[in-house]
C-alpha cells in the first residue's frame, strides 16, 4: 500500500536544488525565516557523496531545518523520514530527523514528540544516516507517535551539540513504509505461514493449532487447496476459508468463534458435511449450547445417525439446534427394512421375544408387526447370542411362538443410538421428509426434549418416533405435521405424526394435518392442551380413525382446548399383556375439558370418544367429559360416545366417579351427561314409579345411584288426596339397567325431578 500512489498524495519535500527560500531556518511555518541568502548556508552541487547537497555550518545550540512544504499525516498511514549527512570540518554535531506537527487551525499539536534520535557525527567524511517513523498510530516502530489532531507536518532535521562545525544534507526523503506494518495491520493470519501444505495429504493440525497460538484476537484465513487434519482441532480465534478440510470420521472440529453452519460447510466444501461436522463439534464442547444453522436448507441424502456422528451413547447436557431447513434427497439409503422372523412371546417375561431367528438382521429400533401386537411398539434392543429381542412394551394377545414383522423405518435425524440423552431440542427447524424419510427417531431412554415451532412436512412413515423412553417429559410446542396422504382416504393412511411411550409429555398448540393418527400415547400424566388436527377426507359418509390413541386404563392425562377435526379419542390398553381388570387401575384419570369436537360428511355411527377394553371386567374409574361442543356438518350422527367391543365391554356395575356436563351438542340426536336429571310424570297412582335415563346416560352404562328425588307440587293418591311419604329408590332397572325404580310404600302419583347417576362418586 502507497498512498502517494493510490490516494495521490505528495509526501516529498522540495530538494535544496529548487531554492533555499523554500527551507526555513525555524519550524517551517508561514512566515518563518528561511535559508535563502544565509551566510551560513550554501548550495553544493558535485558532492562525491551526494551531488547536490545542502551545507550548512552549526551557529545555534539547536541549528533547525524545516521544509515549508506542508507533509500529510493521516490515519493508516506511517511516513518515514530520512536523512544523510556528513561532517565537512569544524566541531562535530550531533544530528536528528525533527518534525513540526500541525493541526486543522495551522497550530502546533503541543505534547507530541517531534524530534527522533539523535546520531553523533564521529569523523569527516562519514555518511550517517538518520531516520524516523511518523503515524498517528502509536505501534512499535513508529518513532513520532502523534494523534489524530495532527493533519501536517513541516519535516526537516537539527543539528544539536558544539556550533562552529560544517556539515553537508541529502536531499531529505520521506516515503510511505506502511507495508512494513501491514502484516500487523491486517486482522488475520495465515495458516501456510506456520507449515500448512494443503496438499490432501500431509496432517497440517499442527500449523493450524499454530496460528491459532498466534493470532492473538486476528482472524485466521485458510487459503486455497485442501487441509488434512487428522486428529482433534479446536480453534478459538475467528476462522475464515478459501479452502477446504478433510478429517477422518472419528476427529472434530471445534470452531468457538464461528460456530455456525457457514463456516462448517465452507470448511468442509458442502452443506450436508459442514452440518454433521457442526453438529458433532455441539456434544463436545461448551462455549456454546446451540447450532444455528442461520436459515440455511441443508440436503441429506442419507438419514444421520447422530450418536454414530457424535461418537457417544449418552449425553445429558443441554443442546439445541435451530433456524433452519433439513432437506430430504431421495435415494437408497431411505429404503425402508423389511425383516420376517419367528419369535416366541410369555406374558411373564412381557418385553422379551425369545427364540427369534435371524435375529442379528434385526434393526433396533424397528416396529413389530403382527397378530397381537399393538400399535407402535418397536425393537429397544438385541442379543444376538441368547436369540433374544427386547420390546418397548407388552403385546396384548400373542403368547406362544407366530411370524413377526420388524419394519425400520428410516429418518432424517435418528438418535436412537443414544442410551441416554436428555435436554435435547430442536427449534424452528423444518424436516422437508417429502414422502422420502421418516423425521426423527428419539433416543432409547433420557428425558425433556423438545420441539419448538418445528414442521415436519409429508413424512414418509412416522413424524416423531419414540422407540424405548426417551420420550419422557417431552415437549412438542407449536408444531406443523403436513401429511403425505393427504389425498388417501383417512381408512388407508398408515402415517402417524408421533408416539409416545414414556410418561409427562407435553403437547401444546400443535396443528396436524390428515395423517392416519396424530399421537399414540402410552403412559401417564400428559397434558394435551389447544392443539389442532384433523383427519377428514372429501369420501361421502367416510370413515374417521382415532386422533389421539390411549394405549393403557389410568392415564392421568388432560385433553383440553383442542380442536378435535373429523377424528376421535380412543382409550384402551393394547399395550398388557394381561389386558382382562385383574385388581389394577382400571379406565380412569382421563380429563377431557373444553375441547371443540367436530364432524363433517361423516356416517352417523361416527363417535368422538371410545373406549376400547382388550379385556373383560374393566369399568371407569375417574373420567370426566365437561364444557367441550360437538357439532356436525352435513350429516347427523347418533351420539358421540361409544364402547368398541371388539375385544370386551366395560362392567358397567362398578362405574366411579364419571363426570359428563356442561357439553353442547349440535346435529347429535342423543346427548349425553351423567348425572341425568329426569322429570318423570306419574299420571296412574302406584306404589313404584320406574324413571328411565334413556339414551343419556354415557356408553350406554347402567344407573348405579339415584341422587334426589324431588316432587314438583303435590304428590296424591288415587282420589287425589295429597299425601305426604317419602320414597327410596331401587338403581339400576329395566332391560338395560338405566332405569331407576321410586318406591314410595304406597300408590300415589304426581310430578318428581329425579337425579340419576350411572356411578358411585366415591
Known amino acids: ?107 502546533n499539536v503541543v505534547g507530541l514528540p517531534q524530534t527522533g534520535p539523535s546520531v553523533a557525527l564521529t569523523s569527516y567524511g562519514e555518511v550517517v544516516t538518520v531516520s524516523a517513523i511518523i503515524s498517528p498510530a502509536n505501534r512499535t516502530g513508529v518513532t513520532l507517535p502523534w494523534s489524530l489532531q495532527s493533519v501536517y507536518a513541516h519535516v526537516g532535521l537539527d543539528l544539536t551539540g558544539a556550533n562552529g562545525g560544517v556539515v553537508r544534507i541529502d ?78 470420521a472419528n476427529r472434530k472440529l471445534a470452531l468457538t468463534r464461528n460456530y455456525d453452519l457457514d463456516t462448517y460447510g465452507q470448511a468442509f466444501g458442502s452443506e450436508l458435511e459442514g452440518f454433521k461436522r457442526a453438529l458433532q463439534a455441539l456434544f463436545y464442547f461448551t462455549d456454546y449450547v446451540t447450532l444455528d444453522l442461520s436459515g440455511r436448507r441443508v440436503d441429506l441424502t442419507e438419514p444421520i445417525d447422530v450418536a454414530a456422528l457424535a461418537g457417544l451413547t449418552s449425553f445429558t ?55 397381537g401386537v399393538g400399535r407402535e411398539v418397536y425393537v429397544t434392543a438385541k442379543n444376538v447370542g441368547a436369540g433374544t429381542l427386547t420390546i418397548s412394551q407388552p403385546l396384548y394377545a400373542a403368547v406362544g411362538t407366530r411370524t413377526y414383522t420388524f419394519r425400520r423405518f428410516k429418518y ?42 418445528c414442521t415436519f412436512n409429508r413424512p414418509k412413515d412416522r413424524g416423531i418416533s419414540s422407540a424405548g423412553s426417551g420420550c419422557q417429559g417431552m415437549f412438542v410446542d407449536m408444531c406443523q405435521f403436513l401429511s403425505n396422504e393427504q389425498s388417501v382416504p383417512a381408512v388407508d393412511r398408515t402415517t402417524i405424526a408421533m408416539n409416545v411411550q414414556a410418561n409427562d409429555t407435553k403437547l401444546r398448540n400443535n396443528r396436524i394435518v390428515r395423517f392416519a393418527h396424530f399421537a399414540i400415547m402410552n403412559g401417564t400424566g400428559h397434558l394435551i392442551h389447544a392443539n389442532h388436527f384433523f383427519q377428514g377426507d372429501s369420501v361421502t359418509a367416510g370413515v374417521r380413525r382415532a386422533g389421539l390413541v390411549f394405549t393403557q386404563t389410568n392415564v392421568s392425562t388432560v385433553v383440553t382446548g383442542n380442536y378435535i377435526d373429523n377424528c376421535f379419542i380412543e382409550w384402551g390398553n393394547e399395550h398388557d399383556s394381561a389386558p382382562e381388570e385383574n385388581g389394577e387401575f382400571s379406565f380412569g ?86 348425572p341425568v336429571v329426569v322429570t318423570h310424570t306419574q299420571n296412574t297412582a302406584a306404589e313404584t314409579w320406574n324413571v328411565s335415563a334413556g339414551g343419556f346416560v354415557p356408553f350406554g352404562g347402567r344407573i348405579r345411584m339415584v341422587e334426589a328425588v324431588a316432587p314438583e307440587g303435590i304428590i296424591t293418591n288415587a282420589s287425589n288426596a295429597a299425601r305426604y311419604v317419602f320414597p327410596y329408590s331401587v338403581p339400576g332397572t329395566g332391560s338395560l339397567g338405566n332405569e331407576a325404580q321410586v318406591r314410595w310404600g304406597e300408590a300415589v302419583k304426581g310430578k318428581a325431578q329425579v337425579k340419576m347417576r350411572m356411578d358411585v362418586p366415591a
Open 412 to 453: 432424517m435425524l435418528d438418535f436412537s443410538g443414544f442410551d441416554l440423552l436428555s435436554r435435547f431440542e430442536l427449534e424452528d427447524i423444518e424436516f422437508n421428509c417429502l414422502g422420502v424419510g421418516s423425521g426423527v427417531m428419539l433416543p432409547m431412554s433420557g428425558a425433556t426434549q423438545r420441539f419448538m415451532s
Open 1 to 107: 500500500m502507497n498512498k502517494a500512489i493510490t490516494d495521490g498524495l505528495v509526501l516529498m519535500p522540495p530538494p535544496f536544488s529548487a531554492g533555499l527560500n523554500l527551507w526555513s531556518r525555524e519550524d517551517g511555518t508561514p512566515g518563518s525565516g528561511s535559508y535563502a541568502g544565509q551566510p551560513n548556508a550554501a548550495l553544493v552541487t558535485n558532492d562525491q557523496d551526494f551531488g547536490g547537497c545542502l551545507e550548512l555550518q552549526k551557529t545555534e545550540a539547536t541549528q533547525k531545518l524545516r521544509s515549508f512544504a506542508q507533509t500529510p499525516i493521516q490515519p493508516g498511514l506511517y511516513l518515514q523520514v530520512t536523512a544523510r549527512a556528513k561532517a565537512v570540518s569544524g566541531n562535530l554535531p550531533s544530528v536528528r530527523i525533527a518534525a513540526w506537527a500541525g493541526d486543522v487551525s495551522g497550530q
Open 317 to 371: 447436557s443441554r443442546r439445541v439446534v435451530r433456524n433452519g431447513s433439513l432437506n430430504a434427497v431421495a435415494g437408497p439409503a431411505w429404503t425402508t427394512e423389511d425383516v420376517t422372523s419367528v419369535a416366541t412371546y410369555s406374558a411373564a417375561a412381557n418385553t422379551t421375544l425369545t427364540g427369534v431367528a435371524n435375529v442379528a438382521n434385526i434393526p433396533v429400533g424397528a416396529l413389530v408387526i403382527g397378530t
Open 171 to 248: 536531499d531529505i526523503v520521506v516515503e510511505d513504509v506502511t507495508n512494513i506494518f501491514i502484516r500487523k495491520l491486517m486482522d488475520w493470519v495465515d495458516v501456510r505461514d506456520f507449515g500448512a501444505l494443503g496438499d490432501g495429504t500431509t496432517n497440517d493440525a499442527p500449523a493450524f493449532l499454530a496460528a491459532d497460538a498466534a493470532a492473538a484476537g486476528r482472524e485466521i484465513l485458510v487459503p486455497s487447496g485442501v487441509f488434512r487434519l487428522t486428529q482433534d482441532v479446536t480453534i478459538n480465534s475467528r476462522i475464515r476459508f478459501e479452502g477446504t478440510l478433510s478429517m477422518p
Open 589 to 674: 384419570g382421563l380429563n377431557i375439558v373444553g375441547n371443540v369436537f367436530i364432524a363433517s360428511d361423516c356416517s352417523t355411527a361416527f363417535r368422538w370418544i371410545v373406549v376400547k377394553p382388550y379385556g373383560p371386567g374393566h369399568f371407569l374409574s375417574g373420567f370426566t367429559v365437561t364444557g367441550n361442543s360437538f357439532r356436525c356438518f352435513g350429516v347427523i350422527v347418533d351420539r358421540v360416545d361409544m364402547v368398541d367391543t371388539t375385544f370386551a365391554s366395560l362392567d358397567f356395575t362398578r362405574s366411579r366417579n364419571v363426570r359428563v356436563e356442561g357439553n353442547s351438542f349440535n346435529k347429535v340426536s342423543q346427548w349425553i351427561m351423567n
